[in-house]
């Protein structure tokens, strides 16, 4: 069965970077759509970013242009390279995969997630 592991979530500035990392075990990840998904307190789920195994990358619009979703298949990893960060971005940061074909922007469509990693942003 498919684990996903996240790390790299810390309490960061307003405009500071921060990449965030998906290690799989278990599976391939390559073969699946990864997703990223964060979550605020009260607040529904919400996929930031999704790389399928190929085909095109998608972007939540409250991340696109500062966000990047990338994989090394060498690895098997996911990153999320989170730029310009915002208060606003303050979540718990979640990678999950799918076993559906092309990019997954619900997120009741991923089938294996990971611990969660918290992200905070102070103004």
């Known amino acids: 069965q498919l684990q996903l592991v996240e790390s790299g979530g810390r309490l960061v500035q307003t405009g500071d970077s921060l990449r965030l990392s998906c290690a799989a075990s278990?599976?391939?990840?390559?073969?699946?759509?990864t997703g990223w998904v964060r979550q605020v307190p009260g607040k529904d789920r919400e996929v930031v970013a999704s790389?399928?195994?190929?085909?095109?990358?998608r972007y939540a619009d409250s991340v696109k242009g500062r966000f990047t979703i990338s994989r090394d298949n060498a690895k098997n990893t996911v990153y999320l390279q989170m730029n310009s960060l915002k208060p606003e971005d303050t979540a718990v940061y979640y990678c999950?995969?799918?076993?559906?074909?092309?990019?997954?922007?619900?997120?009741?469509?991923?089938?294996?997630w990971g611990q969660g990693t918290q992200v905070t942003v102070s103004s």
């Open positions: 999950a995969a799918s076993v559906r074909f092309g990019t997954r922007i619900d997120r009741r469509e991923y089938d294996y």
């Open positions: 790389i399928p195994s190929f085909g095109t990358i």
């Open positions: 278990g599976g391939t990840l390559s073969l699946y759509t």
